[in-house]
């Protein structure tokens, strides 16, 4: 059984930084995507950041520039550095693999709350 465990979330001032982890355990393999996606209160989950299993990336335009994602490949592990965060950065932060093929399967984590004050 795949789980995704995220980390490294919490409360941080205008123009800060946090870093997100999210490590998958269990049988995976053949992993297309990762990508980062987040929720805020009254909104509908959006995915802003993605990194190919061939390390291309692509983010949404209101965090390109201040957020960066990365992998660890051999260890499952997608990474995101959040730099720059404003208010409207809070949401939920959730971590989304795509796996496999002919069915591709997606697993997602627990998510974990961001909160930037002004």
């Known amino acids: 059984q795949v789980q995704l465990v995220e980390s490294g979330g919490g409360l941080v001032q205008a123009g800060g930084s946090l870093r997100l982890s999210c490590a998958a355990s269990?049988?995976?393999?053949?992993?297309?995507?990762m990508g980062w996606y987040r929720q805020a209160p009254g909104k509908e989950r959006e995915r802003f950041a993605v990194?190919?299993?061939?390390?291309?990336?692509n983010y949404a335009d209101s965090v390109k520039g201040r957020f960066a994602i990365s992998k660890a490949s051999a260890k499952n592990t997608v990474y995101l550095q959040m730099n720059s965060l404003k208010p409207e950065d809070t949401a939920v932060y959730y971590c989304?693999?795509?796996?496999?093929?002919?069915?591709?399967?997606?697993?997602w984590g627990q998510g974990t709350q961001v909160t930037v004050s002004s």
């Open positions: 990194i190919a299993s061939g390390g291309s990336t």
């Open positions: 989304n693999f795509l796996v496999g093929a002919l069915p591709i399967r997606s697993y």
């Open positions: 269990g049988n995976i393999d053949s992993v297309k995507t």
